[in-house]
């Protein structure tokens, strides 16, 4: 099956998305290994991720319709996270993923509070994969194999600290998540 994944992926994304997936998958099921976790769910997972990716405007008000979702999901500040959404909802209903599966790729953009390992692990493996390449990203490397929490810490720390420089929506997501997990693991992650 993930051969056939790899195809329509291959079929629907750019060479630089596609590659990103595959890159972004080895990272997930490297991460679950060295964790402990389901390699195969993580592999799937973060080779779907961006599936939505590079759907158009046209594409995503079409899904949102025959999907009920609310339209405000279609609102500015909500595009560069629509891409999840779509996304989990389509590996949901053709690939039959886990609750833990969909809310890897729903919830890989912003995160989330109370994130569970899988969710943790393709959130990291979107931010550290081979392919990226920003100021602090082999600290981001080297934590997150050794301590996932402090990890997701310190990527929406670079990632909010990245927006806010630039003057761009910071989803709400983002702060809440990292509120959590400062509060339930503390503050160790430095750069």
């Given amino acids: 099956m993930i ?54 405007k046209e594409e995503n008000l079409e899904f949102v319709k025959s999907h009920n979702l609310p339209e405000e999901v279609l609102n500015k500040e909500n595009s560069k996270f629509l891409h999840g959404t779509i ?35 393709v959130y990291l493996a979107d931010k550290i994969e081979p392919g990226k390449n920003y100021e602090g990203i082999e600290s981001e490397r080297k934590l997150a194999y050794q301590d996932l929490d402090q990890a997701v810490i310190l990527c929406l720390k670079t990632k909010i600290a990245k927006l806010t420089k630039e003057e761009k929506f910071i989803h709400p997501n983002t702060i809440d998540t990292l509120n959590y997990l400062e509060a339930k693991v503390g503050n160790t992650a430095t750069k």
Avoid: W
Avoid at 3 to 15: A, M, N, P
Avoid at 38 to 55: N, R, S, T
Avoid at 92 to 112: I, L, Q, S, W
């Fill in 3 to 56: 051969e056939e994944v790899k195809k329509s992926l291959k079929e629907r994304l750019s060479d630089y998305r596609y590659n990103h997936c595959l890159r972004v998958a080895d990272v997930a099921k490297d991460l679950a290994k060295f964790y402990k976790e389901d390699e195969g769910q993580a592999y799937f997972a973060g080779l779907v991720h961006d599936m939505a990716k590079e759907f158009t």
């Fill in 87 to 121: 996304g989990a909802i389509i590996a949901k209903e053709t690939y039959h993923f886990t609750d833990d599966m969909f809310n890897a790729v729903y919830y890989h953009t912003a995160g989330r509070p109370g994130m569970s390992k899988l969710e943790k692990i």
